[in-house]
């Protein structure tokens, strides 16, 4: 009977998991849920390979509300569908690898010493990723766990692109350095793009991961180059709440003239800014392109001249670019913000197909015409499979 491996992707309200089966060449997913809603009301839900809700809980009103017991009763559910076949192997999603990891790696006291030496660095993240690593250690005591880092696709980075020019002992002393994160969901474009385009796989390659969170990552031969986030998830694209690239001088200007406080200003720069800030009413694109509001449009728009500029000055540090890959829930889903991006971008060589893009698929697809000199793709991103091979080979 085949393996499985769990993957868990832990955050401050929410833990999302998925479980693999390894029979094939390539695991493939028997059911991914989560417990949302942590510390206010948790709710449980899962789904089947085929899609269809086969959970759907709010726990009991005395029930604890902490990640602790969400793993538990997480487990519970799992143990319960899995007939008597074993877990081989554990893999998280861990936001901050520091410069200390550039690959998985098998959970050892040592390692978990480590990942706590980088809570500074994500202090909001790291710490929730470390939980279920010790929970999962005391309820599966036999099972291995590995870590697979969002940063450590970014490691490849130049030292150039790594930098921020402030003094260099912040960035060798103080580890004050441009990270880079979405790193699992960089690695899989990279690993399918073979198959879809040798081109873009062994040559010049803008990928724009364009979500709830959005970042944009320069390839060159599959590795990554440069990217739009840097010591933080803030930096770069505008995005649902986070006011992407700003000038630091605002900052300062919010602290001394408007005698802001740091919780103030982190709650403004990650919750109230990027499209729901532009806006005034919502962080999803789907109601922006709904909406009729002046300001709906000039979020969508602020977006879409956002990832033109980011994609000019990515495909400016690799001299070029033979492909533009759209991924994550806007870059797969939305056609709108594709064609206004694709049209900005003609002067460099894209020629979208109009036909191609209106399509709705889950599957990668080429959305350029035969003879743009830049070829446009969407591939649906899958971090949880990344995460689920990394485990598989960090334990072979
Ligand atoms: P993610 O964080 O990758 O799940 O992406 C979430 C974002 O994708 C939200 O802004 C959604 O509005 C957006 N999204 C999902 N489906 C669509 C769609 N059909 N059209 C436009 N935006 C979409």
Not at 59 to 64: R, T
Not at 308 to 316: G, Q
Not at 375 to 396: D, G, H, S, W
Request: charged share 20%.
């Amino acid at each position: 009977m085949s393996e499985l491996v769990l993957v868990i992707n832990a955050g401050s309200s929410s833990i999302k998991f998925s479980l693999f089966e390894t029979s094939a060449a390539d695991p493939i997913v028997l059911f991914k849920g989560q417990m949302e809603g942590l510390y206010v009301e948790p709710k449980f839900s899962a789904k089947d390979a085929a899609d269809n809700k086969v959970a759907n809980e709010t726990l009991p009103s005395d029930a604890p509300k902490n990640h602790d017991y969400a793993l538990r009763y997480m487990l519970n559910w799992l143990e319960s569908r899995i007939e008597g076949r074993s877990i081989a192997v554990i893999g998280h999603r861990v936001v901050h690898g520091g410069t200390t990891y550039s690959k998985p790696e098998l959970v050892t006291p040592e390692v978990i010493a480590g990942l706590e030496a980088l809570i500074p660095l994500a202090p909001l993240h790291e710490p929730h990723n470390i939980t279920p690593i010790r929970v999962l250690e005391e309820l599966l005591p036999n099972v291995p766990q590995v870590t697979c880092f969002d940063t450590a696709f970014h490691t490849t980075q130049p030292e150039l692109n790594q930098l921020f020019a402030l003094p260099y002992e912040f960035s060798q002393k103080e580890g004050i350095r441009r990270y880079g994160f979405h790193g699992l969901s960089y690695e899989y474009i990279a690993s399918v793009l073979p198959e879809i385009d040798t081109r873009a796989a062994e040559g010049r390659t803008v990928v724009a991961h364009l979500g709830n969170g959005s970042s944009m990552a320069a390839l060159l031969g599959g590795r990554c180059q440069l990217t739009t986030m840097g010591f933080t998830a803030l930096d770069g694209l505008p995005m649902g709440t986070r006011c992407g690239r700003i000038d630091a001088g605002v900052v300062l200007h919010l602290m001394n003239h408007l005698k802001m406080d740091a919780k103030q200003i982190e709650t403004l720069l990650y919750k109230e800014s990027g499209l729901l800030g532009l806006s005034g009413f919502s962080s999803d694109m789907r109601d922006l392109e709904n909406s009729d509001s002046p300001r709906a449009k000039l979020a969508v728009e602020y977006f879409a001249s956002s990832v033109v500029r980011e994609a000019a000055s990515l495909a400016a540090a690799i001299g070029g670019m033979d492909a533009l890959v759209f991924t994550a829930g806007i870059g797969e889903n939305d056609a709108n913000t594709r064609k206004a991006v694709c049209h900005q971008l003609r002067w460099l060589g894209v020629e979208l197909d109009e036909a191609a893009n209106a399509v709705r698929s889950s599957e990668p697809r080429r959305i350029s015409l035969a003879d743009s000199k830049i070829a446009v793709y969407v591939i649906p991103t899958n971090e949880e499979l990344m995460i689920a091979r990394q485990a598989l080979a960090c334990i072979a």
